[in-house]
């Protein structure tokens, strides 16, 4: 039963669902180049008194070209995959490379699948690139034989390659045979556009089968960079009703939230802020000071969550990792943890701070991960064993913990890793870069002007004692910008209590028909400002723009193995 449901998840999911992910394109802008995908899909099955999700998640390569009588091949390889639901557990780290049925199901994932795709779009072939394996398993298993053809590969909702000319409301629709569910008809309408992405909403009708998504696709390729979707199987030939909520991201650029987040989480945010700016002082001016505070920090001095460059080199003394023994796993995983020193605003460049205990806090680190590799104790890099960094964005406030089974852990060994590959592991290098702010001089803006110093920056004047500003994310892996805070002033120059909420800025998808089970696509967040709404206690006379660049820093971090570290440093060993 493990083996069918990891061969389902793996290589059905992926080479059907991610596969999907290359038919529509007309070309790509990176041939020969591999790109990570992360797929999750919960499935709930109505029992008729109970429905029981079970979650798939995972991590493949993918690979697309294209050759000169039109056709695509895609090369998809599964680098991690996990299913929890109904009381267990599996995945591809619960698989033995030393057993015959893990052997052979890990040996076709790793080496992956080569679809081939006309140039209308349809599926020609699926072939497996360790054909000897394959045969050995079908052998073994023959039901495996059927999930890899044409038909079962149509299984999912697909792109399709789009018009040549698009506009914002426009609508086309195609028809598809799907497997089992037979004959599945597509609407699809246009509802946003840029030079680069379409993203088009989809409703799904078919012989008992609905539902409907969304996904935002490369103009130019036509590859997707993310998609959504729910769909709703009606009980048919004696199996129980089911539905499927699908969503598959692009990792070039991580999704805004949580890389796991749902609808549910989406709301709770959403809520969060409805509820704020509900209610005094966003909502109207208040007397009551308690809500209102001065901010300590003074010009010329670094934003409390700033990392220094000189406070980047104490961080990975802090962080160590260990090799866990795990239930339902082949080998010992990988955690990485940390607990990193709570330090006063002195300590992270502040020099002007006064440090005391309320003034302390755990730095924030944003960074992303070039690289990881596995060292001996004479430094030497472990054979057989290069990594693949999968969620390269990692973010902590003050504490960090995660394993290989989690979904957000920043890469992923090979397949076929086993336990005593890992005994000789004494250190993790990770070639990063991490996020480090500078002073950069500060600016009076009078009520109603705009920023001089920071183009990013735009400031919304919505009543005398409420303003906004608002700032363009950078795109993930950028190495340098700007970053302004604002300070409102009275007449004199005084610092005048405010409350302050900096966030996202989120989309109210209240009136979406899918609201209930959907959360907007990541990257419509992408395109909105992150903002600082400012109520202040008193009108506002000007605000005190302070400016910090900011440079990703490229740092080698040489982790230390956690049953190295005498207490109480242990951290990413327990």
Known sequence: MRLKCVVLLGLVLLAGCSKQAVDSQAGVGTPGKEEIYFVMQVITVDTGTVHIPITQRSFSGITVSKQSDGTQTMHQRTLWSRQVGNGSTSGTLGMDPDDTDGKQVLALLASGFNVTVDKDGGVKEIRAVDQQAFSALVQRRPEAAAMFTPQSSNAGLRPIALPDRLSVGQEFTRQDHAGSAGAVGARMRVTALTDDVAVVDVQVEGEGVSGGGQQAIRRQDGMPIEMQFELRREAKDGQPASTVRLSAINMAQP?????EADANMYRINTDFAKE????????????????????????????????????????DKHIYFGALDEHNTSRPVIAIGGKLPAVSSKEVGNEGANGSDADRFGPFVMAQLHKA??????????????TVPVHAKIMFMDEYRKTELDAD???????????????????????????????????????????????????????????????????????????????PV????????????????????????????????SWSHRTLPINQDIAAS????????????????????????????????KQGGQ
């Open 373 to 386: 590799t596995l060292l001996d104790a004479a430094g030497r890099e472990l054979p057989g064993l290069t």
């Open 409 to 487: 852990f920043p890469f992923r060994l090979p397949l076929q890793t086993r336990a005593e590959q890992l005994t000789s592991l004494e250190t993790l290098r990770l070639d990063i870069g991490v996020e480090a702010y500078t002073w950069a001089g500060s600016e009076t803006v009078k009520v109603g002007a705009q920023s001089k110093d920071n183009a990013q920056v735009r400031i919304k004047w919505t009543g005398p004692q409420r303003v906004t500003l608002e700032q363009n994310r950078t795109p993930f892996g950028t190495r340098q910008g700007k970053w302004t805070v604002a300070v």
């Open 276 to 315: 704020a700016f509900a209610k005094p002082p966003f909502s109207a001016p208040s007397d009551d000071a308690s809500l209102y505070r001065l901010i300590t920090e003074k010009e010329g001095e670094l934003a409390p969550w700033m990392l220094s460059p000189a406070a980047l080199d104490q961080i």
């Open 490 to 521: 009275d007449a004199e120059g005084r610092q005048i209590p405010s409350a302050i909420i900096e966030m996202a800025s989120y989309l109210d998808n209240s009136d979406s028909p899918r609201q209930e089970d959907l959360p907007p696509l």
């Open 255 to 259: 999704p805004e939230l949580e890389i």
């Open 538 to 569: 008193q009108p506002i006379a000007a605000l005190q723009l302070r400016h910090y660049n900011w440079e990703q820093l490229q740092r080698q971090w040489n982790l230390r193995n956690a049953r190295n570290v005498p207490e109480p440093g």
